[in-house]
Nanobody
Framework: QVQLVESGGGLVQAGGSLRLSCAAS????????MGWYRQAPGKQRELVAT???????NYADSVKGRFTISRDNAKNTMYLEMNSLKPEDTAVYYC????????WGRGTQVTVSS
């Protein structure tokens, strides 16, 4: 089993930056795929970015060039660096890991003001 805890959310003005962290309760070396998803009010949860254990990344078109996903296996932590934030990035951001089963964090709120 894996517990995931997100942190780093907050309120920021448009054009600003935030760095989200996702701390795992166990080693993430054997977790092939981890990722970030987000859910805005009244909308479905959507993929933001994923990263494999080998470092391959995938991004939603809406965040390409602005967000960077990374993982530090030694710290059992995944990150999401978010730059040039827009009001439409406002959402609850969830950490996800697939290790036999799907595991989710409880989310962290990101609010971008115009």
């Amino acid at each position: 089993q894996v517990q995931l805890v997100e942190s780093g959310g907050g309120l920021v003005q448009a054009g600003g930056s935030l760095r989200l962290s996702c701390a795992a309760s166990r080693s993430i070396l054997s977790i092939n795929t981890m990722g970030w998803y987000r859910q805005a009010p009244g909308k479905q949860r959507e993929l933001v970015a994923t990263i494999t254990s080998g470092g391959s990344t995938n991004y939603a078109d809406s965040v390409k060039g602005r967000f960077t996903i990374s993982r530090d296996n030694a710290k059992n932590t995944m990150y999401l660096e978010m730059n040039s934030l827009k009001p439409e990035d406002t959402a609850v951001y969830y950490c996800h890991a697939r290790w036999y089963f799907d595991y989710w964090g409880r989310g962290t709120q990101v609010t971008v003001s115009s």
